[in-house]
């Protein structure tokens, strides 16, 4: 079982940055493939990026270049850094946890066994 907390949401302006963290429970974090997904108001979640479990990562077009994952196993965390924000970034962000090993299915939220609760990220203009 994982459990998964999402934390550094808030409000910035056009251009700005922030970083979100998911702190992982459980034994195997380093073994999960990390992704983190977005929802808008009114849209369906959508696949943001990932991080297998040996750090290779991999970026929607949406926000290649401006957003980076990372993760520390040490500390069972994962980041995203977010930078030159978009009000079109505007959405609640969850970090998502599964067995993935290649990027078939990466895009898939049914790739996934675990999911945070969300943390919502505004972007003003």
């Known amino acids: 079982q994982v459990q998964l907390v999402e934390s550094g949401g808030g409000l910035v302006q056009a251009g700005g940055s922030l970083r979100l963290s998911c702190a992982a429970s459980?034994?195997?974090?380093?073994?999960?493939?990390m992704g983190w997904f977005r929802q808008a108001p009114g849209k369906e979640r959508e696949f943001v990026g990932i991080?297998?479990?040996?750090?290779?990562?991999y970026y929607a077009d949406s926000v290649r270049g401006r957003f980076t994952i990372s993760r520390d196993n040490a500390k069972k965390t994962v980041y995203l850094q977010m930078s030159s924000l978009r009000p079109e970034d505007t959405a609640v962000y969850y970090c998502?946890?599964?067995?993935?090993?290649?990027?078939?299915?990466?895009?898939?939220?049914?790739?996934?066994?675990?999911w945070g609760q969300g943390t919502q990220v505004t972007v003003s203009s």
């Open positions: 991080t297998w479990s040996g750090g290779r990562t």
């Open positions: 459980g034994r195997t974090f380093s073994s999960y493939a």
């Open positions: 998502a946890a599964g067995w993935l090993t290649g990027e078939a299915k990466m895009r898939r939220e049914s790739s996934y066994d675990y």
